[in-house]
């Protein structure tokens, strides 16, 4: 059975190979094209074109922005139902009497474009009315020959490992998420508890960089490009009063990617407001200076954020008698690659270097590349927001479609990088389940390390210490 080539390969350097091979669908007049691209067409259409014949296989960028943009419209299962009733139909695979040549020439195109979807949109297949359809069309491929019969239980067998696996990561997420405490409450109960500091778990820098790649591009892999679109999804106006995702939407691993960045932020303000003196405080702000470096260069951008915006939280930013102990020149570095200025282009001008080293990389470390995923996300809302789904014909604006597959396709290759860093368990721990403090929590350290200047800050201090400490 061939095998999916990798995302890199479904666009090409002008950006996105949107020439597909055309068949009798465009004459139908439910698609509409402008030099060979695919521009619009009803939803019924492209349904139609994605679904292989004998003389017709889909584009495989064609597949995926396809399957990606049409939740917007309709449930996954519902797309399934349709395309499995098109194969068997009009392929007859449900006649025992069928043209047996036709449906040699035909199964092994299906079988691609079922193994395209579960394993680009693995996560669609635990709603279990996809899984029917699933092995009710599998079920018609390979009661053809053994080859297929083989085939499909490969398929099967990846599939279920991939699910078992997302829910083995979820279960991790959950235990993680019940146990964490907040600092403060830790330090009034068993203060003994808390001896260590984040250098006396890992003094160099290079190697807590290391560890937080592990972290960031484990959560990456279990994000779904599903999820993205998800995110947004509206209305849609020719689908009277019902959303096509009334219930939950499935987006918990791209929240919890955005919880993890909240948390390296929160961890890092604590370590630095928790020092009782002034050097230590300054040593751990030189420390993270340097583990943001090392994340820069690694091309781990979202740690890097995360590191910054803790090192720019009002709590820590207040410390003046501590930061003048600090040598700022390479924080200032820092600072101005990720300047938001310009729509952050300093950080898009890195970002794009990492993504040009990556593609001509020699080691796996050469191929990292970890965006700064808040600012993805915001671009993929705008996107979103800037263009109409559907154009005033009622056909699916699929130039829009193709923008977005480009964005996400971008980050499936990211995404799908091997961490060449040795795993640390000990540290891995730390970073994930050791308590931070509140907000309120930081505010009252700060105003314990350094005190207050003004008398806003003395009436907060007050307050905090009578709410949080019970102490006047």
């Known amino acids: ?169 979820e279960e991790v997420l959950a235990k993680i998420s019940s146990s964490s405490t907040d600092r403060l409450t830790v330090l009034k109960t068993k203060p003994q508890s808390i001896q260590r500091d984040i250098i006396t778990v890992c003094s160099d820098p290079y190697t807590l960089a290391q560890q937080l790649t592990h972290i960031e591009l484990e ?99 207040r410390l003046k008698k501590t930061w003048a102990k600090v040598k700022t020149a390479k924080f200032d570095i820092l600072e101005h690659q990720m300047d938001p200025s310009s729509n952050f282009y300093n950080y898009r001008t890195a970002l794009r270097g990492a993504a040009q080293r990556s593609l001509t990389a020699h080691s796996s470390r050469e191929k990292i590349v970890i965006p700064f995923f808040s600012l993805l996300i915001k671009d993929i809302y705008f996107l979103n927001e800037g263009c109409a789904n559907r154009l005033p014909n009622g056909h699916v604006n699929f130039e829009k479609f193709w923008e977005l597959a480009k964005q996400v396709s971008e980050f499936m290759t990211w995404k799908q990088v091997e961490c060449p860093f040795e795993r640390d368990r000990k540290i891995l721990q730390y970073l994930l389940t050791v308590p931070v403090f509140s907000e309120d929590a930081l505010y009252l350290a700060s105003y314990e390390s350094e005190g207050p200047e003004n008398h806003v800050e003395k009436d907060r201090w007050k307050s905090l210490r009578s709410s949080l400490l019970g102490r006047v």
């Open 219 to 317: 959560r990456l892999n279990y994000i779904g490009p599903e999820e993205f679109v998800q995110a947004f999804v509206q209305k849609d106006p020719l689908d009277n009063d019902k959303s096509c995702y009334s219930e939950r939407k499935k987006t918990r691993n791209l929240e919890a990617y955005v919880e993890w960045f909240n948390r390296l932020s929160y961890l890092v303000a604590t370590e630095i407001c928790m020092p009782v003196k002034k050097k230590h405080r300054a040593r751990m702000i030189e420390y993270f200076i340097d583990v943001a470096r090392e994340c820069f260069n690694i091309g781990n951008f979202n740690s890097l954020m995360a590191i910054i915006s803790g090192m720019n939280m009002s709590p820590v930013s």
């Open 1 to 169: 059975m061939p095998q999916t080539p990798p995302f890199s390969a479904m666009f090409d350097s002008s950006g996105y190979n949107r020439n597909l091979y055309q068949s009798a669908e465009d004459s139908c007049g439910g698609l509409y094209y402008h030099d060979n691209n695919l521009l619009s067409g009803s939803l019924e259409a492209l349904i139609q074109h994605l679904v292989p014949n004998v003389d017709y296989y889909p584009d495989r960028t064609y597949i995926f922005t396809f399957l990606l943009s049409s939740r917007l419209f309709m449930h996954p299962y519902e797309l399934m139902a349709k395309v499995c009733h098109l194969c068997v139909e009009h392929q007859r695979l449900s006649d025992p009497d069928g043209d047996k040549n036709q449906i040699r020439k035909i199964a092994p195109k299906i079988l691609q474009l079922l193994t395209e979807w579960t394993e680009t949109f693995p996560y669609d297949f635990r709603d279990e009315r996809m899984m029917r359809n699933l092995k009710d069309l599998a079920h018609h491929i390979a009661s053809g020959e053994e080859t297929y019969r083989k085939n499909v239980q490969q398929m099967m067998q990846c599939l279920i490992r991939k699910l078992a696996a997302l829910s083995q990561y």
